[in-house]
């Protein structure tokens, strides 16, 4: 097996097209062409989870955050980052990370945390918009069932969990085969018209070339009529935070204490106590505090998330509570997400988590 079979697999639960421009995600030292050895699966890459992977015969490590997130103007061994990458490089060790891209699916890292909170009926607290297209093209009746199948096939049609979504009318087309044409249908330098079906689907944008190609390939004609539109409209399994319910309802005091232990604080910031249970939650992985107003507007009753500043705390305004458990302790569980798709695909290859804690901040 290839490191480039486990990217693929990676890529495929979270593609990298869903990272924001910022980011930097995929592989970041190494050959995607080796073989894999083992795979080491951590939040960050510190130069002691190198040498774990050394140590447990693993050439590739998986990390949520990038270990090159800036441009670097060199590569030496007066910097950590410089001395992870010279012993990457040396050690033969490829170094993967997916970070934005996982954080913006309906499962990733928000969905995680979600899980192990026990949280139902749960959607996507800020959805992406203008990220999605609406293609409309004109096929032969007798030949619409077998392009829908195949713009399906390439990422065509889906609609939250539906799929094979598309709207169809019927009309006929008009065309004259100029000289030097072979056209399907129709005698050259004749007017032709032709019963045909208006397909009309919906893809995001960023499989656009893919859904292009499978519709060039499946259509019959030598020249075809397509158009591509762009669409405001949210997309609802794509974006950031998880909003939804409890089973129960619980006191908030009861749910931080609930918190605190199943993410291993050592302390959760939070605002006062507005002495209402907790039963509707919003949150976020990592750095969630600029979604704190959707997580207001969804009727929250807390927003769990991490990194806010003092001043944001007041932006709560009595109308939620805040709970701010920690950057690394709202991500640890990345680990279980990378860990989970990799043993699902590949049973019986080496996929290990990590035993080194990484998070930088410690409580006194």
Known sequence: MLIKDIISEIEQFAPPALKEDYDNVGLLVGSATTEATGVLITLDVTEDVVDEAIDCGCNLIVAHHPLIFRGLKNIIDTNETGRIIIKAIRKDIAI???????????????????????????????????????????????????????????????????????????????????????PFVGEIDELHSEEEIRIETILPEFKKSGVISALLKAHPYEELAYDLYPLENEWPVTGYGIVGNLEKSVSEEDFLALLKNIFGADGIRHTEFLNKSIRRVALCGGSGSELLKKAISSDADIFISADFKYHQFFEAEKRILIADIGHFESEQFTKELFYEILTKKFSNFAVRLSKVNTNPIKYL
Do not use: W
């Open 96 to 182: 993967y990370a997916g970070h934005t891209n996982v954080d913006s699916v309906l499962n990733g890292v928000s969905g995680k945390m979600a899980d192990k909170i026990g949280i139902v009926n749960r959607t996507i607290l800020s959805p992406v918009k203008n990220k999605l297209l609406k293609l409309v093209t004109f096929v032969p009746v007798n030949h619409a069932q077998e392009v829908r199948a195949a713009i399906f096939s390439a990422g065509a049609g889906v609609i939250g969990n539906y799929d094979s979504c598309s709207y169809t009318l019927t009309g006929n087309g008009t065309f004259r085969a100029r000289k030097g044409t072979t």
